[in-house]
């Protein structure tokens, strides 16, 4: 039983012929697995500890160490692996922050060089012919996405590969054919395109805290909420720094795509068909599948300058959205195919949110985030039944972007943009778009204005230049020497016990528990009041409920002209907050965590 379970689990991966272990040797030096449990459920149907290292004690001697990403916990104690392990853990389908990439890379290099994996001793001295027989071996969860993604970056960083050889390697030695790709998550797949860039130019890399000054929107659907992310604890947790509120949306451009009913659902899920062509008939495999052309196209070249753009004062129209002449038009957009004999019984869209062709996410107060390892999250939620207190999420996406790369700061020698447009199309992004759990659209692009915390935004950024020294609240990082210690970070609990799951602990499909303490973020995410008594004997149905509810959603939702003016329409009850421009501006935003 524990066989089959094994077989299914690891159905798409390539196993070892003697041992029909969930691994494969990427090179002579280099394996990659899944992670392995001596506990059980999971024994039954991952690789079995006690066989892994029966196996590698038989093959490689003492000539074996371990390199872990999982910021949910190995399964396992380190003793059970003789400590021969290094941990550098990271959430699951997402890339690494980048300053752990010097770190890790390092440590595999100097490990098959033959140095000692623990920073405090050393000493040792070993024949070459120990050199040659040591191997890494690296894990995650399914040892795929974070293994693959640091492998790729080790074979392009130490040897020399291509990022295209690379992941093919990868590719070819870890999945059975026709099963996907290795590394094959958008966001990975760009932090790929990075180490290349970095590798070719120094290996320095610049850790500068980023603002996230607005965010651009195009083709907005309604009951979408917009959220912005980054890293804490070492990598191992998602914060969420700011998520947009009702009153942060500027809408430029009106009339949202699509309409209400389930014809929106088919419309938008038939435009994820023609657009991603990747998914196939593989099954929830498919939903992470991605060409790593496609994202390396505007990475590793092709792309020219990073643009480089003068950051609007707070009184001025945004460039990007209030003119068309610097903006190109929005995509060509189905029509609605809504039929009201479908709208009335099913609604997948609550109308009453904001959208809109164009419209600016602007915060209140500055989105800081302490380095510049960036996540945006598009999530689209619609309201139920007032009696069933749950919301429906219908799609998540999201994107992991690295403020010194894009503003091409390897080009530069370690002197980056201050300010960059981070741009993407939703078919783009990183979610959940399996065949089997394919979510509608949120949005059809988006474009992020971001700037070095601290600067104007207006030029180059001036950084320090000596390793490890602080330069604008950033920090310069080289790759450690050969002869050099390389640190590595704090494990996650093995028993899995500190994983409280952050942000992410919710991020799939389907019903969910309304939260209350999202209203002023959006509609559809918060329980709606109980259906009451007229006082005549009747109730209000659910749609005079939604009707009667239209005025407060929109209280605070600025609508502007295609050129940026202002359009005051009292039918829809739109404004400017409290009349006061400049109190709004400098109110405190209570943050959704």
């Given amino acids: 039983m524990a066989s089959i379970l094994r077989h299914i689990v690891a159905s798409n991966r390539v196993k070892h012929n003697d041992t029909g272990l969930d691994l494969c040797y990427v090179t002579s030096n280099l394996i990659a697995t899944s992670g392995p449990s001596q506990t059980y459920p999971r024994a039954a149907y991952r690789n079995p500890l006690d066989r892994l290292v029966s196996f590698l004690d038989a093959k490689h001697g003492d000539?074996?160490?371990?390199?872990?990403?999982?910021?949910?916990?190995?399964?396992?104690?380190?003793?059970?692996?003789?400590?021969?392990?290094?941990?550098?853990?990271?959430?699951?389908?997402?890339?690494?922050?980048?300053?752990?990439?010097?770190m890790i890379v390092a440590s595999m290099r100097n490990w098959l060089a033959g140095g000692e994996l623990d920073i405090t001793t050393g000493g040792k001295q070993i024949t070459e012919e120990d050199k040659s027989k040591r191997v890494v071996v690296v894990h995650c969860k399914a040892g795929k996405g974070r293994s693959?993604?640091?492998?790729?970056?080790?074979?392009?960083?130490?040897?020399?590969?291509?990022?295209?050889?690379?992941?093919?390697?990868?590719?070819?030695?870890?999945?059975?054919?026709?099963?996907?790709?290795?590394?094959?998550i958008p966001s990975q797949l760009r932090w790929v395109g990075y180490v290349d860039r970095w590798a070719k130019h120094g290996k320095k890399y610049?850790?500068?805290?980023?603002?996230?000054?607005?965010?651009?929107?195009?083709?907005?659907?309604?009951?979408?909420?917009?959220?912005?992310?980054?890293?804490?604890?070492?990598?191992?947790?998602?914060?969420?720094?700011?998520?947009?509120?009702?009153?942060?949306?500027?809408v430029v451009e009106g009339d949202a795509p699509g309409g209400k009913g389930v014809m929106d659902l088919v419309t938008d899920m038939a435009g994820y068909v023609i657009n991603n062509s990747s998914a196939s008939s593989l099954g929830s495999e498919?939903?992470?599948?991605?060409?790593?052309?496609?994202?390396?196209?505007?990475?590793?070249?092709?792309?020219?300058?990073?643009?480089?753009?003068?950051?609007?004062?707070?009184?001025?129209?945004?460039?990007?959205?209030?003119?068309?002449?610097?903006?190109?038009?929005?995509?060509?957009?189905?029509?609605?195919?809504?039929?009201?004999?479908?709208?009335?019984?099913?609604s997948?869209?609550?109308?009453?949110?904001?959208?809109?062709?164009?419209?600016?996410?602007?915060?209140?107060?500055?989105?800081?985030?302490?380095?510049?390892?960036?996540?945006?999250?598009?999530?689209?939620?619609?309201?139920?039944?007032?009696?069933?207190?749950?919301?429906?999420?219908?799609?998540?996406?999201?994107?992991?972007?690295?403020?010194?790369?894009?503003?091409?700061g390897p080009?530069?020698?370690?002197?980056?943009?201050?300010?960059?447009?981070?741009?993407?199309?939703?078919?783009?992004?990183?979610?959940?778009?399996?065949?089997?759990?394919?979510?509608t659209r949120a949005c059809?692009?988006?474009?992020?204005?971001?700037?070095?915390?601290?600067?104007?935004?207006a030029g180059t950024t001036t950084v320090a230049t000596k390793e490890g020294e602080s330069s604008g609240g950033g920090v310069v990082v080289f790759q450690p020497g050969e002869d050099s210690p390389v640190p590595q970070m704090e494990p996650a609990d093995w028993k899995g016990q500190d994983d409280s799951g952050g942000p992410t602990a919710e991020k799939n499909l389907g019903l969910r528990v309304a939260d209350p303490e999202s209203a002023s973020i959006s509609k559809a995410s918060s329980l709606t009041e109980e259906v009451?008594?007229?006082?005549?004997?009747?109730?209000?149905?659910?749609?005079?409920?939604?009707?009667?509810?239209?005025?407060?959603?929109?209280?605070?939702?600025?609508?502007s002209g295609p050129a940026g003016e202002e359009v005051l329409d009292a039918g829809t009850g739109t404004g400017s907050g409290s009349g006061n421009k400049d109190e709004d501006r400098g109110k405190e935003v209570i943050l959704e965590s």
Avoid at 168 to 183: I, L, N, Q
Avoid at 417 to 436: A, H, M, P, V, Y
Avoid at 535 to 553: F, L, N, R, Y
Wanted: hydrophobic share 35%; aromatic share 8%.
């Fill in 286 to 346: 498919a939903a992470d599948d991605t060409d790593y052309g496609e994202i390396a196209e505007g990475v590793l070249g092709g792309r020219g300058k990073a643009k480089t753009i003068a950051i609007p004062e707070a009184s001025q129209t945004p460039p990007s959205l209030g003119s068309s002449s610097t903006q190109p038009p929005p995509p060509s957009l189905p029509p609605s195919q809504s039929t009201s004999s479908l709208q009335k019984p099913i």
């Fill in 63 to 102: 000539n074996w160490a371990i390199w872990e990403f999982r910021a949910e916990g190995t399964g396992y104690p380190d003793e059970a692996v003789y400590n021969r392990i290094r941990h550098y853990p990271w959430p699951d389908h997402h890339p690494p922050p980048f300053n752990l990439v010097p």
């Fill in 348 to 408: 997948f869209a609550d109308e009453s949110e904001p959208g809109g062709q164009a419209v600016i996410f602007k915060p209140h107060a500055p989105i800081l985030i302490p380095n510049s390892d960036v996540n945006i999250v598009v999530e689209r939620r619609n309201r139920v039944r007032a009696s069933k207190m749950l919301t429906m999420v219908t799609s998540i996406a999201h994107v992991w972007f690295n403020t010194y790369f894009e503003g091409y």
């Fill in 148 to 184: 693959g993604t640091m492998a790729c970056s080790y074979l392009i960083a130490e040897c020399g590969w291509t990022a295209e050889d690379a992941l093919v390697r990868f590719t070819e030695r870890r999945m059975r054919p026709g099963y996907g790709a290795g590394v094959s």
């Fill in 532 to 559: 009451k008594d007229d006082g005549d004997g009747s109730a209000k149905d659910d749609k005079d409920k939604v009707d009667d509810d239209d005025g407060a959603i929109m209280a605070g939702v600025k609508v």
């Fill in 411 to 439: 080009e530069q020698e370690g002197q980056p943009d201050d300010s960059g447009l981070f741009e993407i199309d939703w078919d783009q992004l990183d979610g959940i778009k399996g065949s089997t759990q394919r979510g």
């Fill in 444 to 457: 059809d692009r988006f474009s992020v204005v971001w700037r070095v915390a601290g600067t104007s935004g």
């Fill in 206 to 250: 610049v850790d500068l805290p980023i603002e996230i000054v607005e965010i651009h929107v195009w083709g907005l659907r309604h009951g979408v909420k917009v959220s912005v992310e980054g890293y804490e604890n070492e990598g191992k947790k998602i914060k969420v720094f700011h998520t947009f509120r009702h009153d942060e949306r500027i």
